[in-house]
């Protein structure tokens, strides 16, 4: 059996996640030790990864047979059955809030620029940096809690992968200040 948990901004246990290796069989459990979802993946594509937007609900994905991630989501109480989320996006990867283990985005496809965020703020901060590093891959790392300053991971364009911290109060247009 393998375990995984999901933690709450205050550092409490939100949800465990269970699978057996052989039998690709799992369980998602709330804090009370609830069973909220459960399944089967042969394969072992299936876990954890972050709660919903508002901190009431918990996210996991699995993976279907040609490889492709899907997203659910469940109520943290196990009032309603899990629900599948961002369907028909391609949606490769979730976007979380290193604060508070809440799901703040998504990356569509393959597309390294194709970054969708809830927050209208840090949307419009993502495509800043996008068009600032045209030509090459950019990576939102991380961020100062008021999103005044950013670290940003290029690729791409004869860049093996390069770090700017950059600050946002000096991004005028495609033009952008450096640490």
């Keep these: 059996i393998w375990r995984d948990w999901l933690v709450t901004g ?33 394969s072992g594509g299936a876990g954890l990864t972050s709660l919903g ?28 059955p899990a629900k599948e989320i ?43 940096i996008a068009r600032a590093f045209k030509g090459r891959q950019t990576s939102l790392v991380d961020w100062t809690p008021d999103v005044g300053h950013v670290l940003v991971r290029t690729s791409g364009n004869n860049d093996s992968r390069t770090l700017f911290l950059v600050a946002l109060n000096q991004v005028k247009g495609n033009a952008i200040g450096l640490v």
Excluded: C
């Excluded at 391609?90 to 965020?117: H, L």
């Design 10 to 42: 205050d550092g409490s246990v939100a949800a465990t996640f269970d699978m057996n290796r052989q039998t690709g069989q799992w369980t998602l459990a709330n804090a009370r030790k609830k069973t909220i979802a459960s399944g089967t993946n042969a």
């Design 53 to 80: 937007q508002d901190g009431a609900t918990v996210v996991y994905n699995a993976e279907d047979s040609g490889g492709w991630s899907h997203w659910y989501e469940v109520p943290l109480d196990g009032s309603a």
């Design 86 to 128: 961002l369907a028909g996006t391609q949606a490769e990867s979730i976007y979380v809030d290193k604060t508070n283990g809440r799901m703040i985005g998504y990356r569509r496809g393959g597309d390294q620029t194709a970054r969708v965020y809830f927050d209208p703020r840090i949307q419009s901060l993502s495509d800043k």
